[in-house]
């Protein structure tokens, strides 16, 4: 099972504030960990809203909001993509990382399962199957 582990943002990754090196250490020390035990698929810290931008769609018009967005709670700061054989694996696998909110009350880390093809049922047509296939082994072959 995969999951996708999301990073809320703070005011203070909003404002562009970079981890401190221990921060920075302890998360190297995680991520080394999460790669050697396989759990590990991927993951990246993002810039701030205000280097960003939505695309809000209406029908068939298609209209850019430019970052910065107002509502910290709601933004991503990162996201790891763990490979795990259940939500509760992943969830102890999340305790156990470092503090990623140096200064802040509230830090919160979500955790979603990810889709895989079989959770599409019968509305997945063996074509539709085969694309996905195809499109999976042109990713792994760009990495």
């Keep these: 099972m995969r999951f996708m582990v ?3 943002a703070t005011a203070e990754s909003e404002t562009g504030v970079m981890p401190s090196e221990e921060l920075l250490t302890q998360m190297g020390n995680y991520n080394e960990e ?3 035990a396989g759990i590990m698929v991927g993951g990246e810290g993002l810039h701030p809203s ?3 931008a939505r695309v809000r769609f209406s029908g068939k018009q298609r209209n ?3 970052g910065p967005f107002a509502e910290t709670k709601e933004l991503i700061a990162g996201y790891w993509l763990f490979e795990t054989g259940s939500l509760a694996e992943a969830i102890e696998w999340v305790k156990r990382a470092p503090n990623l909110f140096e200064g802040e009350d509230n830090g919160e880390v979500e955790i ?3 889709y ?3 959770d599409f049922g ?3 047509t063996p074509e539709l199957r085969a694309q996905e296939d195809r ?3 042109q990713l792994g072959e760009r990495r």
């Design 135 to 137: 499109l999976r082994d």
């Design 112 to 114: 979603r399962q990810v």
């Design 64 to 66: 850019v909001v430019d």
């Design 34 to 36: 999460l790669v050697k």
């Design 116 to 118: 895989e093809t079989e």
């Design 50 to 52: 205000s280097k960003g």
């Design 122 to 124: 019968p509305e997945l």
């Design 6 to 8: 999301i990073v809320r």
